[in-house]
């Protein structure tokens, strides 16, 4: 059994509170900025994993402590950060007061600075990076007060190998997340920012993730991960040359209506991981001498037309 906190109880933080619900022996807490009454989490469409032997609920009403100020939160075994990574300072608030017994804390964010973007606040060996994978989006709350996650796949958590990585893991055991550890955790997190990278340019457009159907923006779509592919090699991370063909490959099967966090952001009028998702490939291009003209423009160009 773990106390478990979460962090930003969003589509991510959400669905990580109804795995470790099911789990059946942890103890949650909820820790939000607003008031939560109910919180439920759908799984319409999830398969069975053929080597788990649970049963997925289609729906799961969390059943958590739910605090909206840090100064009410008690130390607990574990943390998990699901926020943005722009509401990381926001979120660091709340680890003084949950921390206070050593707690690790996982963080659940895109990009490939989970460390660097809490490590002022926790010491970096307690902090576990996951790669998160899982579409998620969360609906507003209804008449009733009622907010409701939709989980569309199975969550995938990557780990680097480590203590505090192994007790990750742990935590979801016979749930239906797909936990592990990674031997390559860099090469995980650079893979999937060359996905993210390209999602960049919906967001420009403000048209769903078929505008990459097209020949032109196809193109530029190649540049954006051909930068990310060059930057993650001189990071560490091991990416062939067929990378940026089989992302753009992956977005053109993708639902042509589908919109991405970054899309949705913009049109929420929220701010944007554009720092953590193609911001980082210009500075990390910066550091290593690699030029990354692409990733620049898309930069400049949504924060200026953001910015207005
Ligand atoms: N959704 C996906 O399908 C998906 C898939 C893979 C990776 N990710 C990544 O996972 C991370 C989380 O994304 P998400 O989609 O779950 O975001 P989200 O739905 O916007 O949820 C973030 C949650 O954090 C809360 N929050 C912000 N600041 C806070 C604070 N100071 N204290 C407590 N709660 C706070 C927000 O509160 P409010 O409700 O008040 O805004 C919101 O509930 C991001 O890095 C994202 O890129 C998402």
């Not at 009028?269 to 423009?297: L, W, Y």
């Amino acid at each position: 059994m773990a106390r478990v906190a979460v962090v930003g109880a969003g589509a991510i933080g959400g669905v990580v509170a109804s795995l470790l619900q099911s789990a059946g022996r942890h103890e949650l807490v909820l820790c939000m900025r607003r008031p939560l009454k109910e919180l439920v989490v759908e799984t319409p469409a999830i398969g069975l994993r053929s080597d788990m032997q649970h049963e997925i609920r289609p729906e799961m009403r969390i059943e958590a402590t739910i605090l909206t100020q840090p100064e009410e939160a008690q130390p607990v075994d574990w943390v998990v950060v699901a926020t943005k990574a722009y509401d990381a300072a926001g979120a660091a608030l709340w680890l003084e007061w949950l921390c206070g017994g050593g707690a690790p804390v996982a963080v659940l964010q895109n990009g490939v600075e989970h460390r660097e973007r809490f490590a002022s606040y926790v010491a970096p060996e307690r902090i576990v990076p996951v790669i998160v994978d899982c579409p998620a989006e969360r609906r507003p709350a209804d008449d009733a007060g009622v907010e409701r996650i939709i989980q569309r796949g199975t969550m995938s958590l990557k780990v680097p190998e480590g203590t505090h990585s192994r007790g990750f893991v742990e935590l979801f055991s016979g749930t239906a997340a797909d936990a592990a550890t990674v031997p390559d955790w860099t090469t995980v997190a650079w893979r999937k920012l060359c996905h993210n990278a390209a999602g960049v340019l919906p967001a420009l457009l403000l048209q769903p993730a078929g505008v990459l159907r097209g020949e032109a923006v196809g193109d530029v779509a190649l540049d954006l991960v051909r930068e990310c592919v060059a930057v993650g090699r001189a990071m560490g991370a091991t990416l062939s040359d067929a990378v940026p063909e089989e992302v753009l490959a992956a977005y053109r099967r993708s639902a042509p209506d589908s919109v991405n966090s970054l899309h949705a952001d913009r049109l929420a009028g929220r701010p944007m991981e554009i720092d953590a998702r193609n911001g980082v490939i210009v500075r990390m291009g910066k550091k290593h001498g690699i030029p990354t003209p692409a990733n620049s423009m898309a930069v400049a160009l949504l924060q200026a037309m953001t910015a207005r």
